[in-house]
């Protein structure tokens, strides 16, 4: 699942997840609880959320590597947040190779930008996320279309990438999206 910040990664990844019988996999919230457990990784890590910076992607593998691992013995996963640079999309291919798992399917949601500042700003009110302030959104925003967006070329020329509408209600994207997966799903079953 790729989108800029406020997408709706996370709120459609959990969805699809239950819909499909998967895991949902948030680089996002699994760097979150290590900060907010206070763990070794979490005290390195905190000032890049804050920050709306990238963490360091050695640190972003050791902390997927085991979810990911144990996601896809349980039979798959959505991944929300990761990869999200060119460098991690092809280490995240070698992972999978070693596994034995392929990406079956890129969503990446589409929202223009003063909708999803909208939606951060809002979130922000009460979310206690340290990076939903309008600094941070900006900041987040400008990684997201230097480093992410190239991404979606990668992936293009390798994958099944679709792309949705996410800026409609909440329903009416879950569905463009099941939509969207269910046509992939009928195209890879044909072989
Ligand atoms: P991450 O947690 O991935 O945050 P993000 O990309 O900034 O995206 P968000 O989680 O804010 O938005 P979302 O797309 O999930 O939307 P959501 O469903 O919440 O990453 C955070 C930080 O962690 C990064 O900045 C970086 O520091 C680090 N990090 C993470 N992964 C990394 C990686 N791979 N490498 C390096 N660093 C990494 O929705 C947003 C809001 O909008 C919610 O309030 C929701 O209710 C609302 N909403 C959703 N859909 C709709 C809709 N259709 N209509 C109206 N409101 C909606
Ligand atoms: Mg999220």
């Known amino acids: 699942m790729i989108g800029a910040p406020g997408a709706g990664k996370g709120t459609q990844a959990v969805r699809i997840a239950e819909r499909f019988g998967v895991t949902h996999l948030s680089s996002g919230d699994l760097l979150r609880r290590h900060v907010a457990d206070q763990t070794s990784i979490g005290r390195q890590i905190e000032r890049y959320l804050a920050a709306g910076e990238l963490v360091p992607d050695s640190i972003v593998m ?57 939606r951060l700003l809002e979130r922000g009110r009460d979310s206690g996320r340290s990076d939903d302030n309008a600094a941070v959104i900006t900041r987040r925003l400008e990684i997201y279309e230097a480093k992410t ?5 990668y992936y293009s020329a390798r994958e099944q990438v679709v792309s949705v ?17 269910d046509r992939i799903r009928a195209l890879l079953a044909e072989g």
Not at 149 to 153: A, E, S, T
């Open 62 to 118: 050791d902390v997927l590597r085991k979810p990911i691992v144990t996601a896809s013995a349980a039979g798959g996963y959505v991944l929300d947040g990761f990869p999200r640079t060119v460098e991690q999309a092809e280490t995240a291919y070698k992972v999978a190779v070693d596994l034995g798992v392929a990406v079956q399917a890129v969503v990446h949601l589409v929202v223009p930008r003063d909708e999803l500042v909208r």
């Open 149 to 153: 967006l190239p991404m979606l070329d």
């Open 165 to 181: 509408d996410g800026a409609g209600p909440l329903d009416e994207v879950t569905e463009a999206v099941i939509n969207a997966l």
